[in-house]
């Protein structure tokens, strides 16, 4: 079988941007399943930027939503004579100078709000390190009386969009219904979206 081009980078973006298991991404990439796994907890390709395989030709949109429907459907590699997109950008995300001192903050707001959030999925939302999300989830953190929770959006780390859309496959991966527009409220703070749990049984009717 056919693999991509740059295979740890297309499995980062196919953990960060669909609900395809493991398996299916680890099959795809040529890669192991429990490698996929790390990637996923952040533990291996740190602070690599993923590269998406439908831009380079190497997957469909229809293709992805077919295997996301059926966890036992293995994706199909489509050749393409487009030069594979190259990564520009190494490690974490940037942050101005003047919003780091926002980071705690808006960590706090993420964990709370939206707790099926990865630790990858923060870092790469508002530019910041596995070691400090842990420290603030176990409010083990050095400033943790000072830091108040704030909505990313509001404080200018992350947009909206980006937001909803990482909320949106952290609750797919978590079997849950996401409400969007949390993100979006005009003061950057809201309460969280009601969460829907979906019933197995209803699934086999």
Not at 95 to 106: E, G, L, M
Not at 124 to 129: A, V
Not at 159 to 177: D, F, P, Q, S, W
Not at 180 to 196: E, Q
Request: with cysteine.
């Amino acid at each position: 079988m056919a693999h991509p081009l740059m295979p740890k980078a297309k499995a980062v973006w196919l953990v960060e941007n669909t609900v395809l298991t493991f398996d299916q991404v680890a099959e795809f990439c040529g890669l192991h399943e429990l490698e996929v796994q790390a990637i996923a907890d952040g533990e291996v390709a740190i602070g690599m930027r993923g590269t998406d395989p439908i831009a380079s030709g190497e997957l469909t949109k229809e293709e992805i939503k077919r295997c996301e429907a059926d966890p036992n459907a293995l994706l199909k590699f489509q050749k393409s004579d487009f030069p594979d997109s190259r990564t520009k950008q190494k490690g974490a995300r940037y942050t101005p100078v003047s919003k780091r001192q926002d980071r705690p903050n808006a960590i706090a707001w993420l964990v709370k709000n939206y707790p099926e959030l990865s630790d990858p999925q923060i870092s790469k939302l508002i530019g910041t390190t596995k070691p400090t999300i842990n420290s603030i989830r176990e409010r083990s953190h050095w400033n943790m009386s000072n830091i108040a929770p704030q909505n990313p959006v509001g404080l200018g780390l992350c947009n909206g969009a980006n937001l909803e859309k990482a909320v949106a496959v952290a609750r797919a991966r978590a079997g849950t219904v996401h409400t969007p527009g949390a993100a979006t409220a005009p003061d950057g703070i809201v309460a969280k979206p009601d969460t829907v749990k979906l019933d197995p049984a209803s699934d086999q009717e």
